[in-house]
């Protein structure tokens, strides 16, 4: 749904705003796609005249959330997912903003491209809509992108996918181009070559099933390379996806040692580990793959301490003829968009992660990265705001999902909580009903 933009007033919430480091009661006044007022007692005041009333009756209000990394198919790969899905998917889960992937056909490694994307994007999506570019020309690892056009064009951040750059040299290169640019690189950290035929997590669980391993090494290896290639050059860097402990030690060593880096993590990874693939899940064959538990424990407790800043939905759709397939042949990947937060609020049921701290993850640090606007309920800010319903159960049924691709590892998980309204620009874009 896509209703006028009147006035809004969230009234009897519990406003959860990191960017302030609040957590309480009041009201959310929006009016011209933006926030005019957060505090208690909007209502009583009195509001514009005309103005939508909504009494969240104790429910959440929150910033809405920024996905820093979702594949979305267009162009050359609409029948996995289009702008107009996966806004729907992003709006039905309280994402008011998609950083989409460079991995299309063609690959957005040029200024065209990302203007296409942008235009698409704004033509057919209810919410917002940013593009990452390629860092390298077609993402082969040999040779730079043109940071400054593309950057010029609309491009928010430089990363070549679920690619590794494997050449040292580019990569500072790169690196040293990001820093003059003012441009943020956000790598894939994982050698192919340790990672050779493994399709999950090296151990005692893939030897049970007679699979080939990824060691935790093939993420070590490659993200303490990209530590010292950031401290030779001082370019920005974020690292895309990680999942081990060993890759946590690299990432504090750095923070340590005074290094500017800045990490994400999918929700796949802090809400499940290796054993949830039991009798081969194609469905839960990732990029990088599951882990253990106490990988999955230790991740969690990196976003409670700040270590990892981004939570991350990794949404990656895939058709039936690419995933029902033996586990060791079928593509890698998941969708994500709505169930990004739902799974969160899991950990929060479970006291992993307070309230705050999920927020901050999926919308705060991600807006702060990536030098957006959003993540905030400040006044003045723009209106992009998501009220949430923590106490709902609902069971998680693949038919019911936006994305024509249904491959999701939550496949009829039980939920407590979900997103119950989405706001984007001042416009309820998403109600539940």
């Known amino acids: 749904m896509l209703t006028d933009r009147r ?13 302030r480091d609040f ?17 208690r007692g909007i209502g009583a005041a009195g509001v514009p005249e005309g103005t939508d009333v909504v009494n969240c009756a104790g429910k959440i209000v929150a910033p809405g959330l920024i996905d820093m990394k979702a594949f979305v198919g267009e162009p050359g790969y609409s029948h996995r997912e289009t702008f107009a899905s996966a806004s729907q998917a992003a709006a039905t889960g309280g994402i008011t903003t998609i950083i989409c992937q460079p991995d299309t056909e063609p690959v957005i490694d040029n200024s065209a491209t990302v203007d296409f994307v942008m235009r698409r994007a704004r033509d057919t999506a209810i919410v917002n809509i940013q593009p990452m570019a390629a860092l390298t020309k077609g993402m082969r690892g040999e040779e730079m992108t043109e940071f400054g056009l593309l950057k010029a064009a609309g491009a928010i951040a430089f990363s070549d996918g679920d690619r590794s750059v494997t050449n040292a040299q580019v990569m500072r290169r790169a690196l040293t181009y990001a820093r003059d640019f003012d441009a943020l690189i956000v790598h894939h950290t994982e050698d192919p070559d340790l990672v050779g035929e493994g399709v999950m997590n090296e151990g005692e669980f893939a030897s049970r099933l007679g699979l080939m391993g990824i060691p935790n090494a093939a993420e070590a290896v490659m993200l303490e390379r990209d530590m010292r290639l950031v401290a030779l050059t001082g370019g920005r860097y974020h690292a895309a996806s990680l999942s081990c402990i060993d890759s946590l030690e690299v ?43 106490d990988d999955r424990r230790a991740l969690v407790a990196a976003v409670a301490a700040g270590l990892i800043d981004v939570i991350m939905s ?5 058709d039936v003829e690419v995933k029902r397939l033996p586990f060791a042949e079928a593509a890698p990947g998941a969708v994500g968009l709505e169930t990004m937060l739902p799974a969160g609020l899991r950990l929060m049921h479970n006291g992993e992660l307070d309230l705050k701290t999920l927020i901050r993850a999926m919308s705060t640090r991600p807006a702060e990265i990536l030098g957006l606007s959003g993540g905030t309920l400040r006044t003045g800010s723009p209106a992009d705001v998501i009220v949430i319903d923590p106490d709902v159960p609902w069971v998680v049924d693949p038919a019911e999902l936006k994305s024509p691709c249904k491959n999701t590892p939550f496949d009829e998980a039980r939920f407590t909580g979900r997103v119950v309204r989405t706001i984007v620009g001042g416009r309820t874009v998403y109600e539940h009903v």
């Open 23 to 39: 957590d309480g009661p009041g009201d959310v006044l929006i009016a011209d796609g933006i926030i005019r007022e957060t505090r």
């Open 251 to 293: 990432l504090r060593r750095a923070r340590d040692a005074g290094i500017a880096v800045s990490a994400s993590v999918s929700i796949n990874h802090l809400a499940l580990n290796e054993n949830d693939i039991g009798p081969y899940r194609s469905f839960l064959k990732l990029s990088p793959p599951l882990r253990t538990e």
């Open 314 to 318: 990794d949404h990656n759709p895939q």
């Open 7 to 19: 006035p809004i007033l969230l009234a009897n919430a519990r406003v959860v705003d990191p960017s």
